[in-house]
């Protein structure tokens, strides 16, 4: 299979624990991003990477929201001290970018997130 | 505040019926996208539009940027079309590059 994968799909954890999730991208694509989903609601924007760098931050959550991809290839997502408005679906996306912001993005099928 | 507004929230149609959704923004945009969510999470991308019209089997999007409105429409519907549709754009001005979402549009078809 040669599409997103995402790992964990699920992971229920207690308040205050902190978690990883793990996106890895067709390989490659050189653009990845994470969105989050909560129920009944579209998507929103958390951050994306151009290769290893990472572009955009500005619209992760809190300060306990973070992400890195340190070759260039997979990507983790760490929240930490988890809150129970943190549960959600996780899900990354990622893209070939040739300068213009019109490449379609391919999703991963989600981490869902349980913060009890 | 840039925002993607979809209509209908909820469709409820027959088998058989031509389905359209909505989609209208409020900024200059780079790329509209439509995207298809089933139970279970996963997003398929359905069309990547920036100008005009395209057509894959019997979905057809057309998109009018002086109006910055853009259709999904669906022919011969099937209870198989039953999902979530969304529309999101990638905004031309500066600042963060991931897509903006719709709500989304809740679609159930009846056989």
């Known amino acids: 299979d040669t599409g997103v994968s995402q790992n964990p799909r699920h992971k229920i954890t207690k308040r205050g624990q902190n978690v990883t999730f793990r996106c890895d991208p067709i390989?490659?694509?050189?653009?990845l991003y994470w969105y989050r989903q909560t129920l009944g609601q579209g998507p929103e924007f958390l951050t994306y990477?151009?290769?290893?760098?990472?572009?955009?931050k500005s619209r992760l959550l809190s300060d306990r929201f973070s992400a890195e991809r340190p070759k260039g290839s997979f990507s983790t997502l760490e929240i930490q001290r988890t809150e129970q408005g943190d549960s959600a679906m996780y899900l990354c996306?990622?893209?070939?970018?040739?300068?213009?912001?019109?490449?379609?993005?391919?999703f991963g099928p989600g981490t869902r997130l349980t913060v009890l | 505040k840039n925002e993607v507004e979809q209509s209908p929230q909820n469709l409820t149609a027959q088998e058989g019926e031509f389905i359209t959704i909505n989609c209208s923004y409020s900024?200059?945009?780079?790329?509209l996208h439509w995207l298809q969510q089933h139970p279970g999470g996963g997003i398929v991308s359905l069309f990547m539009?920036?100008?005009g019209k395209k057509k894959h089997g019997r979905l057809i999007a057309t998109i009018n940027i002086q109006e910055k409105h853009s259709s999904l429409h669906i022919t011969a519907s099937h209870p198989r079309d039953s999902a979530v549709y969304i529309c999101?754009?990638?905004?031309?001005?500066?600042?963060?590059?991931?897509?903006?979402f719709g709500k989304g549009t809740h679609l159930i078809i009846q056989p």
């Open positions: 900024v200059g945009i780079s790329a």
């Open positions: 539009l920036s100008s």
């Open positions: 390989s490659e694509h050189n653009r």
């Open positions: 996306a990622s893209s070939i970018n040739r300068g213009k912001n019109t490449d379609t993005q391919y």
């Open positions: 999101a754009v990638m905004y031309s001005g500066g600042g963060a590059d991931g897509l903006t």
């Open positions: 990477f151009q290769n290893e760098a990472q572009l955009e």
